[in-house]
C-alpha cells in the first residue's frame, strides 16, 4: 500500500511538472492587437454600418413581402416594425454619410 501511495504521489509530481514546463515553453503567440489608425478605425466602421444597412434593407423587404402575403390581423404591428425598420436605415444612411465624409477628408488631408 505504501508503495502504491509513493508511486501515486510521483506521478503526480511529475504529471504537474510536466504540465507546468508545457505551459512555460509554449511558443504560441498570445493574442496579437491590431494597431489600427483612425482613418483605418473610420473604414473598419463604414464597412460594418454598410453590413448593418444591407441587413436592415433586407429586413424590410421581407417584412413588406410579409405584408402583401398577410391578412389584416397582423398589418398594424408590421407598419409599426417598417416604420421602426425605416428610421433605423435613414439614421444609419446618415450616420454612413459623415462617417464616408470624415473618410475623405482624412484621406485628403494625408
Do not use: C, W
Amino acid at each position: 500500500m505504501r508503495l502504491s501511495i509513493v508511486v501515486l504521489i510521483t506521478t503526480l509530481i511529475v504529471g504537474s511538472v510536466v504540465i507546468s514546463l508545457g505551459f512555460l515553453t509554449n511558443e504560441e503567440p498570445g493574442e496579437v492587437y491590431e494597431i489600427l489608425t483612425p482613418y483605418e478605425k473610420l473604414e473598419k466602421y463604414k464597412n460594418e454600418l454598410e453590413k448593418i444597412s444591407q441587413y436592415n434593407l433586407q429586413v424590410l423587404e421581407d417584412l413588406n413581402e410579409q405584408i402583401k402575403n398577410s391578412d389584416d390581423v397582423h398589418l398594424d404591428q408590421l407598419n409599426e416594425e417598417i416604420a421602426v425598420i425605416t428610421q433605423v436605415i435613414n439614421e444609419n444612411k446618415a450616420e454612413l454619410e459623415k462617417v464616408i465624409q470624415k473618410l475623405s477628408q482624412m484621406n485628403y488631408d494625408t
